[in-house]
């Protein structure tokens, strides 16, 4: 059994918004004293990650003069150098601000979306500036109380402007980035446009440079659209549009959680790291989550430390489930294939198919055989809980 130590390799990644989370809820104030970026970076460098992903506004404010944003910028990176810690991912805040109340993008206010623009093209300098190579857009605010008040067309166009507009601006800039969008059904609008990966995904392929936009799907996103999140990170992944993950956990049907990786749901879990690894995935493994209200700084540390165990646990159970010989032998059985069947498939022609309706099938037959799928799942069970 190893340690669980992080290596480099791992990418474990944290937002400076994770780790710097103060408790701020909508029903109470922060129970935890604001740190500056710099001591989180520091933080983060004693609990083992790799990287520190920022929004603009966690690392300059917003109405920072010229000389305040080359100071804060020298320092952080000192922290950077000092620690080792890179910034892989960088990202802007187009919800925080009254002004995005009604959106960003998809304002019905064109001072709003030219104002959006501005503000993510001088936040895009600023990630590329530390060294990010993937740049996450989340719209929070994208979206409607009461559909009266927008056309959900024009949100599709607004964004897909928005979207078009930015990558032309890192092309011209010869800037080495990718976007990563990243959905949300609900919270804080009463509903979010583009609200799942998969709806993302669709978006994407309509754009103009469709090769430079990925996605950023969230456990916890998916999960409070009642989504089985692995099987939304597979149709990234298999279509090359993983460019970047965020970790966490929520229960179902719930408000916005952002648990601690694996802190709910243990099998999901272990399937989504099973996936990643098995599939070779080499992005940012970014736990975008916070530690619960109850905790101090030292509970902040246990919760940064824990998503990063937690993942390294469940590579090492995804490994033993690769190796596990009764389990891998019930997986042949069940992907069983007699070769009977290779003329029918594949490819389409019209001999295939008048061959593939000629056949005929014993359905009775085929349909009694047990599949052993609870035998499998048991095992998966007893694999998980330490026992194989
Ligand atoms: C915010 C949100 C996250 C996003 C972050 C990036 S900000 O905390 O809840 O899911 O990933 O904008
Ligand atoms: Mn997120
Ligand atoms: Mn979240």
Known sequence: ???????????????LWTVGNTGRDPFGSPVREAK?????????????????NFHDDDLIP???????????VRQFKAALTETGLCVPMATTNLFGDPIFKDGAFTSNDPKVRAYALQKTMNAIDLGVELGAKVYVFWGGREGTETDASKNPISAIIRTREAMNFLCDY????????????????????????????????????TLDHPEM??????????????????HGVAQALEAGKLFHIDLNDQAFGRYDQDFRFGAVNLKSAFFLVKLLEDNGYNGSRHFDAHAYRTEDYEGVKDFARGCIRTYLILKEKAARFNADKEIQALLAEINADDGSM????????????????????DRQAISQRGLGYERLDQLTIELLLGIR
């Open 62 to 72: 917003v109405d920072a003069t010229p000389s305040e944003r080359d100071r804060i």
């Open 170 to 205: 890192v092309l011209d800039r010869k800037y080495d980035l990718k976007f990563a969008l990243e959905a949300k059904p609900n919270e804080p609008r009463s509903d979010i446009y583009n609200a799942t990966a998969g709806h993302m995904l669709a978006l994407i392929a």
């Open 342 to 361: 290779a003329s029918f498939c594949g490819t389409y022609t019209s001999t295939k198919a008048a061959a593939l309706k000629a056949q005929s099938f």
């Open 1 to 15: 059994m190893s340690d669980y130590i992080p290596k480099p390799e791992h990418k474990f990644t944290f937002g």
């Open 213 to 230: 936009v990925g996605v950023n799907p969230e456990v916890a996103h998916e999960h409070m659209a009642g989504l089985n999140f692995t």
């Open 36 to 52: 500056s970026p710099v001591e989180l970076v520091h933080l983060l460098a004693e609990v083992g990650a790799y990287g520190v």
